[in-house]
Structures are given as C-alpha cells and as structure tokens.
C-alpha cells in the first residue's frame, strides 16, 4: 500500500476530528441551532438537552457527576479558571501555591501573573525522569498553602505524574490539587475519585474533539470547591463561567469523550505496539539516542528521544514530509531549547537534539517504518557532518570542553 | 521556517562537509559555538604556503538547516581565495546570499567568526613555524 504523505506524528499538539464526532455535531449548526440557555421554547430545550448529554459523556470518562462540569474555550481558559479562580476565592486563607516547572505555559504564566499580585509561588524541580519528587512536595507545604497545582501527563516528554499519591497528601493537608489532564485524559484511565483531584483541565481537541471547547472538572462534594469567576455575564455554569454555550462543540467534546472511553482499551495496545516498534527500530538503527523521561511512567502513544550531536530543526528538514515537533531552540519562537527538557538536567545540547513523536488513532505500521528508515539515515547524514559527532568519536569529551558560549 | 531554494539546496547538498589534518602547519581550523547554544561550526583552510591561495576549505557543523548552509557556502567562497581576501568575507554577504530571515542572522555571523579562527589558527601556526624555521636556522652550526 502506498504510504500517504505526509505524516503526522504529532497528536501532542492536536488531533483530527473523528468523522463519528462530526457526525455528531453537525446537525447542532443548522437543525438544533439553539441558545441551550433559552428555557422558553423548544430550540432551547433540544440545545439543553444536546448539553445535558455531553456533561454526562465527559463526566463518565474522569468518573466525575456532570454537575460538577463547567464548559470553557479550551484547557488554557480551564487552568486560567482554576488556578486564578482558587486564588481568588481562598485569599483569606492562605496565598501560596505549588507548581513544577515542566508544567505548561498555561500554568506557569497565571502563576506568575499571580505572582505580581502578592500570591507566592513555588516551583517544583523534577527529578531526571521529568517526575517530581512527593518528599519536595511536602516539603514545600506551608500553612499558607491553597492549592497545588501539577500536570497529569507532560505535553513534551509524556511522563505521567504521581497523581493519586499528590492528591492523598493535598487532601491529608487539606489544600485543594487542581490537575492539567489534557495529554491524559480519554487516553489513561483517569478517575477524580481514586486520583483525588479538585480541579481538572481538559480539551476536547486533544481526544478527536473539536478547537476551541474544554471543560474545567470542579468538585462538588468533600470538598465543595469554590471558584471566583474569571468571566462576567449572564452566570452560565453555575455562575462560574458565563458565555453562551458552544452547543456544537460541547456535543462533539461529548461524543469524542465517549468514543476515548469505550475504546482507550484497544487504542492503548495498539498504540503501545507502535511506539514500541518505532523505539526500537531506532535504537536498533543508531547509536547514542536517548529517551527523554521515565520509560515506566508514560503515556502510551508519546516518544521523546534526543538523537545526539544533531540539531533538532536540521533533522526536521531533513524529514520534511512528518510532521512532529523538535524541543530545539531553533523551531520555537522564544530562540530558547524546551525549558521541559532542560529540567531534566541532562545538558541543552540533548535538548537541541530532541524530537517528540505523537502517536494516534490513525497512525499505521507503515507510517512508523516509514519514519523510523528515513530517521536513521537523516541523522546518519548529519552526523557525518557533525563536529561534536567527530570529537567524540576521537574520544573527546564535550562536556569538559571550552565552548565560546555566544 | 521557511527557508530559500538555496539554504535547501546546501543543506542537502552540502559542499566541502569533511576534515583536514588539523596538525598539518598548512591547515587552519575554527571550531566556534557551543553545543548549548545549538550550533557549532568546525571550519578548516588549507593554504599554498607557495601562493598564500587557499586551495582547500572543508566544514563539519552541528546546528540548524541555516547554519550548515551558511558554512557550507562559507567554505564554496573560501576557495581560491587569499588570506586576506577571505577575511574581507562579511556574514551579510551571507545572509544576503542565502535570503536569511532576521532570526537566522546569528547563522551568518558565526560562519563568519568560523572563518576568521581558521584563518587566525593558521596563521599563528606559520609563525610559530617562522619562528622554530628561524630558531633552527640560528641554533645550525656554522661550518
């Protein structure tokens, strides 16, 4: 079978629509085009009860009450929400929060916005597998402490975080834990409950959902988490985000929820077979590569690997019909190699050389074999003219080298 | 990033990608960079101790699709030319060239650095090389 071209290998960054989604959500453009606020009549009613059923689809996969679902624009607006929302309501009680630094932006700048605000802040280190160490957590707790903030699974290195074990000790200290879920939820099981959790993000276009629609999960019971609106207006969502509802949107979110749920199961093997195959095809085909966090502790359908002694953004060129993404200085817009990779410690030139690959529902064998043949002869090639290739193949050893730092 | 035919065109056709015997007094090599930063750029000339042409110029660069483009034509132009010619080699002729975008000017600037330690390394070398010629010559007997 031919292969298409090009690929895409990229499914941390976002997903294709399931055609069962689309499916789903047109008839909510024309037919059922109605204000799910309109209580009135009947083009409200459907609208509603179109919502209705979505809360419970979304609900159902975190294993949460659909009252206790608030539709937003997306999983930045629910981090916004969350993190600002908390700070907000509970300053009497206390203004420090507890973060990590690999978390996502999302996270880290309403932090700091907080920050300027007099809230204190502190930033977790991760350990070299990208996890953060419990006893630091604890350590870092104070009687000022009102919520901790750390992400489910990381965008870059896909490393899953000890979620059940942060949560025992935020509900022991009595400090609400509001987690970042949108790499993993509808792709590992994931359960507000046994986790523990008071707060969670999550996007509908990262699980074969539709942009520009997300929820933020917000307990209702033991504790009865309270938010400060970020958003004013008509007091949809319980008064905690108002808007009118993006109807089409909330049914595909449900919809793509559904399907994540039903069939994570098999997705999950299949996609563990591929990343498998592609991490050995590679290893087999080079020497010195090596994975970017825990190998234990991990989604199923993410690989990060640094190709030493190449450039991210020239093995990109050099593999220009796959699309993935490079933790290089040279493809981000900031000029700065991925911060994620940085705090693992393991030197910037690894994180120069890095490349995540995103598996997903439609990735193929034949795509992963694909891939993995051109990428062992794009780094051949540039090894060969790599100096630090050549320098350490003399025996040199780079790190103790004087390097003109420009 | 949207690169010009030309930086694609040396990026998979590399011109000059190899080494010369860095010992040899006749060779000059640059190594500047640092692997941190995500580029570096080793370039080397081999110059005619005869004519002062240099007859050879070969590179090795770690770093993105501009940065080996810019060292590769770095080297095409250093061919032929004098010493002095090649350090009259500025990184906005490069980037003229090679149409760099804004962000890629520091590509240009450290191929022309790469240029000038090489000419700078063989340089000192021929004067070392003077200097033991002419300490010999000294240290010889008269007969």
Redesign the interface.
């Known amino acids: 079978m031919a292969i298409k071209l090009p690929i895409y290998m990229d499914y941390h960054a976002t997903t294709p629509v399931d055609p069962r989604v689309v499916e789903a959500m047109l008839p909510y453009f024309t037919e059922h085009f109605g204000n799910a606020a309109s209580r009135n009549h009947p083009f409200g009613w459907e609208a509603e009860e179109a919502v209705d059923k979505a809360r419970k689809q979304i609900a159902d996969l975190i294993g949460a009450n659909p009252k206790e679902i608030v539709f937003t624009s997306g999983a930045t607006e629910s981090n916004n929400l969350a993190i600002k929302g908390v700070a907000e309501m509970y300053r009497e009680k206390g203004n420090h929060i507890i973060t990590a630094v690999t978390e996502h932006k999302a996270v880290i700048d309403t932090c700091k916005s907080l920050e300027k605000d007099g809230y204190r802040v502190t930033y977790l280190q991760v350990r070299k597998d990208g996890l953060i160490d419990l006893a630091e957590l604890r350590a870092a707790i104070t009687d000022k402490t009102i919520l901790i903030s750390i992400m489910t699974a990381n965008n870059e290195i896909g490393v899953v975080q000890p979620i059940a074990e942060i949560g025992a000790v935020a509900k022991d200290k009595g400090i609400l834990f509001h987690t970042d879920a949108v790499q993993a939820a509808g792709k590992i099981p994931f359960n507000v409950n046994e986790l523990k959790v008071d707060l969670v993000s999550i996007t509908a276009h990262k699980m074969y959902g539709p942009k520009g629609i997300g929820a933020l999960y917000v307990r209702r019971r033991n504790p009865r988490v309270l938010l400060a609106p970020q958003i004013d207006g008509g007091g949809h969502e319980r008064g905690m985000r108002s808007g009118t509802l993006n109807v089409p949107g909330i049914v595909g979110f449900g919809k793509a929820a559904e399907l994540c749920r039903l069939e994570m199961a098999q997705d999950t093997e299949r996609l563990n077979a591929l990343v498998a195959r592609l991490n050995k095809r590679l290893h087999d085909g080079l020497d010195e590569i090596y994975i970017n966090g825990s190998t234990e502790h991990r989604l199923p359908h993410n690989l990060n690997i640094s190709f030493a002694y190449v450039e991210g953004e020239s093995l990109l060129m050099g593999i220009n019909d796959v699309a993935v993404s490079s933790g290089s200085a040279c493809t981000s817009a900031s000029l700065e190699p991925s911060y994620v990779l940085k705090a693992l410690g393991a030197g910037d030139d690894l994180a120069h050389s890095s490349i995540r690959f995103g598996l997903g529902r439609w990735s193929t064998q034949e795509e992963v074999d694909y891939v993995s043949d051109k990428l062992i002869r794009v780094v051949t090639k540039l090894r060969e003219m790599s100096p630090l290739y050549e320098l350490a193949k003399e025996g040199v050893d780079l790190s103790t080298m004087q390097w003109e730092v420009h | 990033?949207a690169?010009s035919n030309k930086v694609?065109d040396h990026?998979e056709n590399?011109r000059n990608?190899g080494?010369l015997p860095k010992d040899n007094p006749n060779v000059g090599t640059g190594?500047?960079?640092?692997?941190?930063?995500?580029?570096?750029?080793?370039l080397q000339v081999q110059v005619n101790p005869e004519t002062g042409v240099i007859d050879d110029a070969k590179?090795?660069?770690?770093?993105?699709?501009s940065?080996?483009a810019s060292s590769s034509l770095a080297t095409e132009w250093l061919k032929g030319k004098t010493v002095d010619q090649a350090l009259a080699i500025k990184n906005t002729d490069i980037v003229t060239e090679l149409s760099l975008p804004p962000?890629k000017i520091?590509c240009s600037?450290?191929a022309e650095d790469a240029i000038k330690a090489a000419i700078n390394d063989y340089k000192k070398k021929q004067s070392v090389t003077a200097k033991t010629v002419a300490a010999q010559e000294k240290a010889q007997p008269t007969v």
């Open positions: 990033m690169y694609i990026y590399p990608v080494s190594l500047v960079g640092a692997p941190e930063c995500g580029d570096v750029m080793k590179f090795k660069t770690f770093g993105c699709g940065a080996i962000v520091h600037v450290l």
